[in-house]
């Protein structure tokens, strides 16, 4: 499946923004989805990620109680709304796609196995 994260852009601390993950060909509907942020000179980080069926999600400690992950299989789409932003949370975010459901597969990036471009946040004064 082919992945397009979008929606990032330039916030103040404690602002919000929704980012978009679509696919250009493929079903999101039969993939899990995860969302990893990476800022440079780091390791990617886990943010959250959804269960094929939606029924189950998970979010990095960093982020919990501030983003929300959430589907729309009618729209083919998967969103990540970010809420009380922190500088902190300025990274690259991407999308990727999966289908491996074994123990703690949500925050690792080998339970994945297509991604896209990621999109810019930037949290800052």
């Known amino acids: 499946v082919q992945l397009q994260a979008s929606g990032g852009g330039l916030v103040h601390p404690g602002g919000s923004l929704r980012l978009s993950c679509a696919a250009s060909?493929?079903?999101?509907?039969?993939?899990?989805i995860g969302w990893f942020r990476q800022a440079p000179g780091k390791k990617p980080d886990f943010v959250a990620a959804?269960?094929?069926?939606?029924?189950?999600?998970y979010y990095g400690d960093s982020v919990t109680g501030r983003f929300t992950i959430s589907r729309d299989s009618a729209e083919n789409m998967v969103y990540l709304q970010m809420d009380s932003l922190r500088p902190e949370d300025t990274a690259v975010y991407s999308c990727?796609?999966?289908?491996?459901?074994?123990?703690?597969?949500?925050?690792?990036?080998?339970?994945?196995?297509?991604w896209g471009q990621g999109t810019q946040v930037t949290v800052s004064s």
């Open positions: 060909a493929g079903t999101l509907s039969n993939y899990n």
């Open positions: 959804i269960s094929r069926s939606g029924n189950n999600t």
């Open positions: 990727r796609a999966g289908t491996y459901s074994r123990g703690r597969w949500y925050d690792v990036t080998r339970s994945y196995r297509d």
